[in-house]
């Protein structure tokens, strides 16, 4: 398997050069913001949302990181070509550390943000192929900035998940401390009662994904909190995400549930706007 290039701080190196500092906030603390784009027929999926998000991270932790939209793209753009991967399917991760600091957790002015760009095939398609949510046994902390923001911490959805599998499901769902559904460990969270599809509220602990946010913008959806038991009302689910787009769910632990219409005319949707 050959080496990929990567970029990081202002160079593009091959990924074993890559030389990470041992006072790095991000490698010591987690102290960082990421995100996860889809390239997909030679285009950057949602590219607009995705950086939009990415700065209202950076903001919300103080990470003073000033690189525009369009010089972000060009990098991404040149990062793909100088591995020869315009014609694949890739996942693309932008990842800002708040850089190097001495020992503590204060954060000092003046700090030099680490940015890190990669690219990887996406060799699994998951999309619309149904799976099964255990409910985790980790509350969703719906008051902390690791649940609301795509940050580097991410231990509490590495957790679930590989207790998930181990338990021969295939990812975890997260309740907060309201008992109210939140999301799965990688993906948010949708459910249709009668006619009508919902996805839980940012203010439950859910982070904003990107065609979560679509989704309600365009009204496909609406927002609205629900409790472990109410499954029982729901006619389907499913979830999604930046990378597969579209997942049917059809087992909640003891609750089963159909692929419905619904969940096809979303993946249609998504179809349509080039996912």
Known sequence: IRNMIVYFNGRYIDENEVSLSIK?????????????????????????LHTKRLKKSLKRIFINFNESKSSLSNKINNLIKRNNLENDNLSIRITIT????????????????????????????LRMKPLKLSISNILRNETSITSKYKTTNYLDNIVAKHEAIKSKFDDALFI??????????????????????????IQDGVLDGTIREILIAKRKVAVKSIKLNNLKNCKE?????????????????????????????IDKFLSNLGM
């Not at 790095?24 to 607009?48: A, C, P, Q, S, W």
């Not at 499913?238 to 219409?261: A, C, D, H, Y």
Request: overall charge positive.
């Open 237 to 265: 689910v499913f979830i999604t995400n930046s990378l597969f787009g579209i997942r049917p769910v059809e087992k909640i632990e003891k609750f089963n549930f159909n692929i419905g219409q619904e969940t096809y005319d």
């Open 98 to 125: 708040r850089g190097n600091s001495e020992r503590g957790i204060d954060i000092l002015p003046n700090s030099n943000a680490f940015l890190l760009i990669t690219s990887s095939k996406i060799k699994n398609n």
């Open 24 to 48: 790095d906030r991000g490698f010591l603390l987690g102290d960082g913001v990421f995100e996860t784009i889809l390239y997909k027929n030679k285009k950057l999926i949602f590219f607009d």
């Open 176 to 201: 907060n401390t309201k008992n109210n559904i939140c999301c799965s460990s990688t993906s948010n969270f949708f459910y249709r009662e009668d006619k009508r599809i919902f996805t839980p509220p």
